[in-house]
């Protein structure tokens, strides 16, 4: 197996004394130097792809850091064809290892593994043995995407013949209407390589009679391991409680799972993602009623999740208060081995923290969505739908209030000539939950703002800590969590 050029004399090695965390911290430096980075893609993609391109960019999608073991990376590739120069997106994954021995091994055990499914094919491209290449520079191992030693079941997830005989049989319009389905199209939304894939399925439904087609989405998930079943009972769940929530909210429904591949197929909510309204509408010259409809939209929110939080559902982990703040310590102590100061100053706002959640009243757990993120918030007109209940459980109601409140206080940080929009537009949100929720009080809401503020800090590291803006980021959102506890101790004065 080819390696992707000569090692680069002029990259750092790593000294065999220096702490893994330090080392991966160095050779992360390394994904910022972007001609670096597209040489090195394009002398794995001369290995890798089928045919010949070049390329022209690339966006890290996704980055998770062990800082003692290794970091996971996915990547979005744009080049052109190298014959016909039309354009192309390929995805790649990589696995950057502190050890530059551990990453040979890992690469030959990958190459070995994939040679023994190619045995007596005499017939097929050789181009299929490369498998994986390795970068001995950045002690990194790439792949192009569907290639995953663990997500195996990306192969027949993405292959369309496959698909098309199971979405066949598995959607009720073709089953049992008799509608037919052509123009199959799949693509990643969501890879986090060796660990999960989100896929968007797009075809075209014919009616048997003819004169009507129409386009459907769908999305797939491949896991790692047996979660798919969880996954699949939890989007019966939370489909059947969205449903008799009165149109207060919307999911979606389980269409057909393999368990072989470890994959399950849903429908899709419709509507565009709360993040990305909120984006087109709170430009920095905004119009009064730009922002009123924003306004709107955060009531429709409100009423949504007090909705799924009503729901008669007891399914999931308990992540009370203990849960959640013990959940994150780990990940301390690895940003102490890299930003010690921003560790010493989370490990003060936390024993506050700590301070002020045994003086305030705990309310009753309720269903949670775990992960409730204005990405994972769908509009549809006046509608509003809730996406992904992977980390569903069983959580004060504050919780994913609080949750979908970090986030905007993030979007205001990352978009600072916006906050005389957005600091308002909280406020109303909050206020209109407060008045639907009220034995939730105002200072536990702020308390688990507090909260969550500093565990996103903390669960951001290891995916984004490779940006430069990082730090900046990180200071904003410790800073706005102290600003919470000062709320909830003014609160706490007054009542």
Excluded at 98 to 117: F, I, N
Aim: aromatic fraction near 8%; hydrophobic fraction near 40%.
């Amino acid at each position: 197996m080819p390696t992707p050029g000569p090692v680069n004399e002029s990259a750092p090695h790593a000294d065999p004394a220096m702490d893994p965390a330090e080392i991966l911290t160095s050779r992360l430096e390394q994904l910022r130097n972007r001609d670096y980075m597209k040489t090195v893609l394009q002398r794995a993609l001369d290995d890798l792809s089928p045919r010949t391109v070049e390329v022209r960019d690339f966006e890290i999608t996704y980055c998770k850091v062990k800082p003692w073991r290794d970091v996971s990376l996915a990547l979005s590739v744009d080049s052109h064809y190298g014959h016909s120069g039309d354009s192309c997106r390929q995805f790649v994954s990589g696995s950057m290892w502190a050890s530059l021995d551990d990453a040979r091994t890992h690469w030959r055990e990958e190459v070995a593994s994939a040679a023994d499914g190619f045995e007596g094919d005499q017939g097929h491209d050789a181009r299929a043995r490369a498998s994986a290449v390795f970068v001995p520079e950045l002690a990194t191992v790439l792949r192009l995407f569907p290639a995953d030693s663990v997500l195996t079941g990306l192969g027949p997830a993405t292959d369309l013949a496959s698909m098309t005989a199971l979405l066949s049989e598995s959607l009720p319009e073709c089953r049992d209407e008799g509608w037919r389905m052509r123009d199959l199209e799949v693509e990643p939304v969501h890879y986090k390589p060796a660990r999960l894939c989100t896929l968007r399925y797009s075809l075209t439904l014919d009616h048997p009679t003819g004169g009507e087609s129409r386009r459907v989405h769908l999305f797939g998930k491949v896991y790692r391991d047996n979660r798919w079943e969880q996954s699949y009972e939890t989007l019966a769940t939370t489909s059947n409680a969205a449903a008799a929530s009165g149109g207060a909210w919307h999911a979606a429904r389980p269409i057909a799972v393999v368990p072989e591949w470890r994959f399950l197929v849903q429908s899709a909510v419709p509507g565009e993602r709360f993040r990305q309204a909120l984006a087109d509408l709170t430009v920095d010259d905004a119009r009064p009623d730009q922002l009123r409809q924003v306004a709107g939209h955060l009531e429709a929110v409100a009423r949504a999740v007090r909705s799924m939080q009503r729901a008669p559902v007891a399914q999931g982990p308990r992540l009370d208060f203990a849960a959640l703040f013990a959940a994150q310590q780990r990940n301390l102590d690895y940003l102490g081995g890299v930003h010690d100061g921003t560790a010493r100053e989370l490990e003060r706002l936390r024993r506050e923290i700590e301070r002020v959640a045994a003086a305030t009243p705990a309310s009753d757990l309720v269903l949670s969505h775990g992960d409730f993120a204005h990405g994972n918030v769908m509009l549809h007109g006046n509608e509003v739908g809730i996406i992904d209940f992977d980390r569903m459980g069983q959580a004060e109601p504050a919780y994913d209030v609080a949750y979908f409140l970090t986030h905007l206080t993030s979007f205001t940080l990352r978009h600072p000539r916006r906050a005389a929009h957005m600091r308002p537009l909280c406020d109303h949100f909050r206020a209109a939950y407060l008045e639907l929720a009220p034995e939730v009080s105002p200072r536990r809401l702020a308390l688990y703002e507090a909260l969550d503020l500093s565990a996103y800090v903390l669960r951001n590291f290891r995916k984004q800590s490779h940006q430069a803006r990082w730090l900046k980021w990180a200071s904003g959102q410790i800073e706005s969590a102290w600003e919470r506890l000062d709320h909830a101790a003014r609160v706490g004065r007054d009542s």
